[in-house]
């Protein structure tokens, strides 16, 4: 994920030394991330400093190239297409082919050609660049306090982008025409501008406007205000504690002041939203210190290019509102990434709340009038722009753990670089989709459609893995039309038709039924824990000719025997799998509600273990008489009774027990609570049964109510089974090599979010030299499921 840096490119000259005399005409053909990205105004300066002659230009495939000249400034030219690459490119090969010379007199940039089976790397969003900035603050420059400022360094890309190649034809910039002065920048190959698609001024390119909402009218009428005056008054309604829904540059986002309460509450009441936490957007790093710690790592992360959501611990003291982030020592940051952003926060806010802007499991509002309908009960006014966003692209979010993962301590995969590995994705999206995954192997043009919560899916063709940004949960036919788009421009874009869909084997999720209903190709069903293992070992680029000892813990999926797995020890390759161990069974009470009430949890575990439903413990108290009786009846009877093999869950009851969380109101939110409460420091530990492939979590769930009821610090009760789970993978790991051979441990699934076991699982197995596997590219959750999908559904 993130950093554009896998494969040190290809090249058949990459230094100059020792090149032949003479006068030399060479064709190269350069593919990766190069459109978009300033590459051919580049290669234009290259040729002109190394005295050559010839042309560039832009195709499908990416850049084609012919120079002519002395052979070795022809050599040198090779060497510094690579090594002085622009800021944005990703180079992934350079072939070369000398032809005869043609006796050219200048180098010029032709047009761009399209072709109907080729592909090539199209840059995600990137935030607004340095010298950008300095323009728009520039009281001189003719773009001074322009929303829509950028260049071919900055700005937006993927979101603008209907089909390639990238030329501003093809884009949601196509009705602005330029002006003289845009064009002529445009027209100039030394100019940072030139070829810019979304290039614009105020005079010729799109504007910004504010519109009052029905909440807010004088004398009944709906006022509208435009360009800097719109801007100064959202700002006036985001100090007086409005709510402003904000067009960006994949969407909408529903702004207001962090350190209000009362914003805070009427936005939560508006969305319906109780507890989840809300990301905010701070003006630079200084306010960002104002209310959370900040290591170098998570800094680099914050101002990098890719501008995602971080998750950072929050000080004990500041000034925003306790309803940003609701019993959470974290707060998820990021840094303005538009122009408008910039604009927005030049303000008395130095910090606003900046969530996504629809209602929940639902996609983000990305059109303007969609934005009239859909918010109009959520937003005070709404800040405007009239250019159309073509791909819907959330945030994304991610967390640095503590230290470097890497195999054995030192980073070693092609798709890996120095900051990837300090950085957890939890959300793959703006910034970073759709740049593929390269995969460990060429496959054939392949959909797979992932699985229900944080839908992602996955286009892959050739080496690469195209990794969809965040679509949200499918469960509602709005989630499922934008999935449908998605997928549509994912086609178009990368010139792939697939020959075969792979989807989860749950018959019940809405995308394994748009995959089953799509009868024009073959489907493949997989199941859900094996691709999350899949994933972790297609990121690391492992060939999967040797089996890896797989760890895939989270809430819910559907086993091969019909119940709910999520606990799972998997020795696992892209051809099967075996369940080597597993959570034992535990009755899920009334399925999605026990999920709903983590006491239902709690009180199941205690009768798995033979313990008391003692009136002194939390979840007892939580539980209502009649809802006991009622419970005691399901079990006994079996009554709408999963049985359920699921860490997450296992999570939630033990947060319940201690007291944390009897009811939630969003997913992860008891496991969430609870790793908050842990104590940290505390090296002790709870120990699993393991019976066979069985894992008994009743000698945790015993030595806990005793603790519990001696009066142990809950804190410490949460911290000593934190340690369990990480003392449990290293555990079974050893039985695995002993019995097995294997020394490959893959972390994957949701539980794998929780730092603290994440962290101490990884410690302690580097303490044994295996050799660990976890995500830096896709997430641990969900949102990663469909890269591993594919590599299940090719066959291995």
Request: with cysteine; glycine share 8%; hydrophobic share 40%.
């Amino acid at each position: 994920m993130g950093a554009m840096t896998q494969d040190q490119p290809t090249s058949q000259t990459d230094a100059p030394d020792g090149a032949p005399t003479g006068r030399v005409r060479c064709r190269l053909t350069v593919t990766g991330v190069v459109q978009g990205v300033g590459f051919r105004p580049f290669v234009y300066g290259l040729a002109l400093k190394h005295n050559l002659t010839g042309f560039v230009g832009n195709d499908s495939g990416g850049v084609f190239i012919e120079v002519e000249g002395v052979a070795t400034a022809v050599a040198n030219f090779q060497h510094d297409l690579i090594h002085q690459k622009p800021p944005l490119a990703h180079i992934e090969q350079v072939t070369s082919e000398d032809i005869p010379p043609q006796d050219s007199t200048s180098f010029v940039i032709v047009h761009s050609q399209a072709q109907a089976a080729a592909n090539t790397l199209i840059s995600p969003d990137i935030c607004l660049c340095d010298d950008c900035y300095r323009e728009l603050v520039d009281p001189q420059n003719r773009r001074y306090r322009y929303p829509f400022i950028n260049c071919t360094n900055c700005g937006p890309r993927f979101t603008i982008i209907k089909d390639i190649p990238y030329d501003r034809p093809l884009t949601t910039m196509a009705e602005f025409a330029m002006c003289p002065a845009c064009q002529a920048e445009y027209d100039n190959p030394l100019d940072r501008r030139f070829h810019a698609q979304p290039n614009a001024c105020p005079v010729c390119g799109p504007q910004v406007w504010l519109e009052i909402g029905e909440r807010l009218t004088v004398n009944g009428e709906r006022l509208s205000v435009v360009g800097d005056e719109a801007v100064l008054a959202a700002q006036r309604l985001l100090v007086a504690g409005k709510v402003v829904a904000v067009k960006g540059l994949g969407g909408f986002h529903l702004a207001c002041d962090a350190t209000s309460d009362a914003a805070l509450a009427t936005l939560r009441e508006r969305k319906g939203r109780v507890d989840k936490p809300f990301a905010v957007m701070a003006r630079d790093v200084a306010a960002v210190r104002q209310f959370a710690h900040l290591s170098p790592a998570e800094e680099a992360l914050l101002t990098s290019k890719e501008r995602p959501i971080l998750l950072l611990n929050q000080k004990e003291t500041n000034a925003l509102s306790l309803l940003v982030a609701p019993g959470n020592n974290t707060i998820g940051v990021m840094l303005p990434y538009t122009p408008l952003h910039y604009l927005l926060l030049d303000g008395r806010s130095p910090v606003l709340v900046m969530t996504s802007a629809n209602y929940s499991s639902e996609p983000i509002v990305k059109d303007n009038d969609e934005a009239r309908q859909r918010l109009a009960t959520l937003a005070d006014a709404f800040l405007m722009h009239n250019r159309e966003i073509y791909g819907r692209c959330d945030d994304s979010v991610v967390r640095v753990i503590g230290n470097p993962l890497s195999v054995n301590g030192n980073p070693t995969t092609d798709n890996r670089s120095p900051i990837i590995d300090h950085l957890l994705p939890l959300r793959r999206s703006r910034g970073y989709s759709p740049f593929p995954v390269k995969l460990p192997y060429s496959v054939p043009p392949t959909l797979a459609v992932g699985g229900e919560l944080k839908a992602t899916f996955c286009l892959a063709k050739g080496e690469y893995g195209y990794m969809s940004q965040h679509i949200g949960d499918m469960e509602n036919w709005e989630t499922l039309q934008a999935f449908e788009t998605a997928v549509a421009h994912y086609k178009a874009i990368f010139r792939a038709e697939p020959e075969k869909l792979v989807c989860d084997m749950h018959p019940g999720y809405l995308s394994t039924r748009w995959a089953q209903e799509q009868t024009a190709v073959p489907v493949v069903a997989v199941q859900h824990h094996h691709a999350h293992i899949a994933s972790v070992m297609a990121e690391h680029r492992l060939d999967g000719a040797t089996p890896v000892i797989g760890f895939s813990f989270d809430g819910t999926g559907y086993g091969t025997d019909g119940a709910v797995w999520g606990g799972e020890l998997l020795l696992a390759d892209y051809r099967g799998f075996t369940r080597a161990a597993h959570l034992k069974y535990v009755p899920l009470v009334g399925g999605d509600v026990a999920v709903k009430r983590p006491y239902r949890l709690a009180l199941a575990h205690l009768q798995a273990a033979g313990l008391a439903w003692d009136e002194a413990l939390p979840c007892m108290a939580a539980c209502p008489e009649d809802e006991q009786r009622i419970l005691q009846q399901m079990l006994a009877k079996n009554i709408n009774s999963v049985p359920t093999s699921s860490m997450g869950r296992l999570f939630d009851a033990v947060a319940s027990l201690l007291g944390v969380r009897q009811v939630v109101s969003y997913e992860g939110q008891a496991a969430i609570e609870l790793e908050v409460m842990a104590a940290r420091g505390v090296t002790a530990q709870y120990q699993f049964g393991l019976d066979g492939a069985e894992i008994d979590a009743a000698p945790v769930f015993a030595a806990m109510v005793q603790e519990l009821k001696a009066g142990v610090a809950t804190a410490v009760i949460a911290a000593k089974f934190h340690n369990a789970v990480a003392d449990l993978i290293v555990q079974l790991s050893l039985q695995m090599r002993q019995a097995h051979g294997l020394n490959q441990v893959a972390l994957s699934g949701g539980v794998f979010q929780n730092v603290t076991v994440l962290e101490t699982a990884v410690q302690r197995l580097l303490q044994h030299e295996f050799v660990v596997l976890t995500h830096h590219l896709v997430p641990p959750n969900d949102g990663g499921l469909a890269l591993g999908q594919v590599m299940i559904g090719v066959g291995g």
